[in-house]
């Protein structure tokens, strides 16, 4: 079994940044793909980032390319989103997956654990 603890929401006017961090329990930690997605009130949960297990792989969806960065840190099981440049639209509950294989994927439904999200707030 593995647990997902997200941290480091909170309000941030426009244009500012944000650090998330996700911390797991498990020892399998460095196998795992991990992802980021989000859920806005109203919307469906969508992919945010992605980064496979030893980190060379990092996909992004279109919206935050070049503002958000994924890393992650094996040796802590933890993994991270960097978020800079921060609209408005960013507003959402931001959620740390798992999924039980090294290779990273966009698809919600290929994530095996999932954490209980952390709140972000982008003020205008």
């Known amino acids: 079994q593995v647990q997902l603890v997200e941290s480091g929401g909170g309000l941030v006017q426009a244009g500012g940044s944000l650090r998330l961090s996700c911390a797991s329990s498990?020892?399998?930690?460095?196998?795992?793909?991990m992802g980021w997605f989000r859920q806005a009130p109203g919307n469906e949960r969508e992919f945010v980032a992605a980064i496979n297990w030893s980190g060379s792989s990092t996909p992004y969806a279109e919206s935050v390319k070049g503002r958000f960065t994924i890393s992650r840190d094996n040796a802590k099981n933890t993994v991270y989103l960097q978020m800079n440049s921060l609209k408005p639209e960013d507003t959402a509950v931001y959620y740390c997956?798992?999924?039980?294989?090294?290779?990273?994927?966009?698809?919600?439904?290929?994530?095996?654990?999932w954490g209980q999200g952390t709140r972000v707030t982008v003020s205008s």
């Open positions: 498990g020892r399998t930690f460095s196998g795992y793909a």
């Open positions: 997956a798992a999924r039980g294989a090294p290779m990273a994927t966009m698809a919600s439904a290929a994530y095996n654990y």
